[in-house]
């Protein structure tokens, strides 16, 4: 289970997959194509070179494991510890100086996320050391309609380019172990000093 930190794992980890995977092609020169995060402050300021971008537009609460508890691994027998599950939605954007650029750093992105659908522990332990050994992070395209990827790129005022929507679940959150309660008060001891 992750800690706090388990989102920035996840897109991290998602930044270093493609970085580690961009042919030589796209990333030499004269195309010398970058990956990156980006966050709103980026895509407001008009996207410039050739990039491909993932930026996190929402995270939602996974429904189907929102009151999940999950047993302890190893020696903890401290109890189910609870989690909150939730479910990273991203959009990969391709910027490029060329419409060719622009396709083969769209379409590569794509495949290799439908060959590699799944981030695990190693990509993700140098970030967060929490992430536990069996956490697999399902990366899928989502349905998004026109109008909604449109209304966000509306938001930020800037040029519209190649944009497809994926969904990364679930990143388990740890949460704070519920309070236990202890036998009731019977005696009660109180520092006394000399009078």
Same mark, same amino acid.
């Given at each position: 289970?992750a800690?706090y930190?388990?989102?920035? #794992?996840?897109?991290?980890?998602?930044?270093?997959?493609?970085k580690?995977?961009?042919p030589?092609?796209? *990333?030499? #020169?004269?195309?010398?194509?970058? /990956?990156?995060? +980006?966050?709103?402050?980026?895509?407001?300021?008009?996207?410039?070179?050739?990039? +491909?971008?993932? &930026?996190?537009?929402? $995270?939602? $609460?996974?429904?189907? #494991?929102?009151?999940?508890?999950?047993?302890?691994?190893?020696?903890?027998?401290?109890?189910?510890?609870?989690?909150?599950?939730?479910?990273?939605h991203?959009?990969?954007?391709?910027?490029?100086?060329?419409?060719?650029?622009?396709?083969?750093? !769209? *379409?590569?992105?794509?495949v290799?996320?439908?060959?590699? *659908?799944?981030?695990d522990? *190693?990509?993700v332990?140098?970030?967060?050391?929490?992430?536990g050994?069996?956490? /697999?992070?399902?990366?899928? @395209?989502?349905? !998004?309609? =026109?109008?909604?990827l449109?209304?966000i790129?509306?938001v930020?005022?800037? @040029? &519209?380019?190649?944009?497809?929507a &994926?969904?990364?679940? =679930? %990143?388990?959150?740890?949460?704070? @172990?519920?309070?236990?309660?202890?036998?009731? %008060? %019977? =005696?009660?001891?109180?520092?006394?000093?000399? /009078?």
């Amino acid at each position: 289970m992750a800690s706090y930190k388990g989102v920035q #794992g996840a897109l991290i980890a998602l930044e270093d997959f493609f970085k580690s995977r961009l042919p030589a092609d796209l *990333s030499d #020169g004269p195309t010398n194509a970058r /990956v990156a995060l +980006l966050g709103s402050f980026d895509i407001a300021n008009n996207l410039s070179g050739n990039l +491909l971008g993932i &930026y996190l537009h929402r $995270i939602t $609460i996974d429904d189907h #494991g929102r009151a999940r508890f999950f047993k302890p691994l190893g020696t903890d027998n401290s109890g189910p510890r609870p989690e909150l599950p939730v479910n990273l939605h991203f959009l990969l954007i391709a910027n490029a100086t060329s419409a060719a650029i622009e396709a083969d750093l !769209m *379409s590569w992105a794509i495949v290799e996320l439908a060959n590699h *659908s799944q981030l695990d522990i *190693s990509h993700v332990q140098d970030i967060d050391d929490e992430w536990g050994q069996a956490e /697999v992070l399902n990366i899928t @395209p989502a349905d !998004m309609s =026109t109008e909604d990827l449109m209304r966000i790129w509306d938001v930020f005022e800037s @040029p &519209y380019t190649s944009t497809m929507a &994926y969904t990364a679940k =679930t %990143v388990r959150l740890r949460l704070n @172990p519920q309070r236990s309660e202890g036998p009731d %008060v %019977v =005696t009660r001891v109180f520092p006394g000093g000399r /009078v």
